[in-house]
């Protein structure tokens, strides 16, 4: 069982920045990516941003590139979402997951979201 835990969420104006932490414990010897979704309200949960476990490569929405930079701190089980020159098309609730391999498959874990708010 895997638990996973985002902070940092809060309210920003637009052109500011925020920096979001997510966290994984429990079984999590074997992580294989993180990363992060949003949803907005009346919207569909939308990726964001993910990072390769081992060797570190990212992949981003073409709605963020340029803009947001994701990382991961394997000693820690922890990816971050520095997220730069925000608009107010940002503000969502935003996910993370951890995909951890176990018993021959990736299952993926997701935590409760962490609000995001920018004002214009």
């Known amino acids: 069982q895997v638990q996973v835990v985002e902070s940092g969420g809060g309210l920003v104006q637009a052109g500011g920045s925020l920096r979001l932490s997510c966290a994984a414990s429990?079984?999590?010897?074997?992580?294989?990516?993180m990363g992060w979704f949003r949803q907005a309200p009346g919207k569909e949960r939308e990726f964001v941003a993910a990072?390769?476990?081992?060797?570190?490569?990212?992949e981003y929405a073409d709605s963020v590139k340029g803009r947001f930079t994701i990382s991961r701190d394997n000693a820690k089980n922890t990816v971050y979402l520095q997220m730069n020159s925000l608009k107010p098309k940002d503000t969502a609730v935003y996910y993370c997951?951890?995909?951890?391999?176990?018993?021959?498959?990736?299952?993926?874990?997701w935590g409760q979201g962490t609000q995001v708010t920018v004002s214009s």
């Open positions: 990072v390769s476990w081992e060797g570190g490569s990212t």
């Open positions: 429990g079984r999590t010897d074997s992580t294989y990516a």
């Open positions: 997951h951890a995909d951890v391999y176990s018993d021959y498959e990736i299952r993926r874990y």
